[in-house]
């Protein structure tokens, strides 16, 4: 029988930060197992798509609901996995967006290569999952936008993994 990764995981914050900590440890690029990387992922769609259409409470009072869009999840998540490779970051998932910040100096070349852009104005790096439309620009500091839209921070290792060898 397949373990329930996220049976305790009951709003969307608690799920994603599950994940983050399950792709932490089990990633394939950081030693895990590939099946099991994938039963992960799995279960975080289907953990996911159970939040839909549920309410929350924002830091400042307001409530916001939840919408499950699975395209939207899977380009995240991959965008994200992609990013954990990377060293020295801190990365923030802020609503549908990916804020990055740290050493991105030393990542300049492969922020770009993931598809990521330098934002002039709030000096960190985004990205937005393809298609998407901001109908305004969002003002305030990320801080501001992270209390609006929700948050979930990642930070990436600051050297390099290597796998113990058995001799």
């Keep these: 029988m ?4 996220f049976a305790t995981a009951k709003t969307v914050e608690e799920i994603k930060s599950l994940f983050r900590t399950l792709a932490m440890e089990h990633h394939p ?18 953990a996911l798509k159970s939040c839909h ?35 020295s970051l801190n990365i923030a998932l802020i609503g549908y967006w990916i804020w990055v910040s740290g050493d991105t100096k030393a ?8 598809g990521l852009r330098w934002h002039s ?3 960190v ?18 801080g501001e936008l ?13 050297k390099e993994y290597m796998p113990t060898v058995a001799s």
């Design 2 to 5: 397949t373990q329930n990764y």
């Design 53 to 87: 259409g549920q309410a929350s409470q924002t830091e400042e009072g307001n409530e916001r609901t939840y919408s499950y869009k699975a395209e939207v999840e899977t380009e995240l998540m991959n965008k994200l996995l992609e990013l954990l490779k990377l060293r």
């Design 29 to 46: 690029d950081r030693g895990g197992d590939e099946t099991m990387m994938k039963e992960i992922n799995r279960q975080y769609h289907e």
């Design 107 to 114: 990542n300049k070349e492969a922020l770009k290569a993931a």
């Design 125 to 142: 790096w985004y990205y937005k999952p393809q298609g998407w439309k901001n109908s305004k620009k969002s003002k305030g500091s990320l």
């Design 121 to 123: 104005e709030r000096k």
């Design 146 to 158: 992270a209390q609006k839209y929700g948050y979930e921070g990642f930070q990436t290792a600051e």
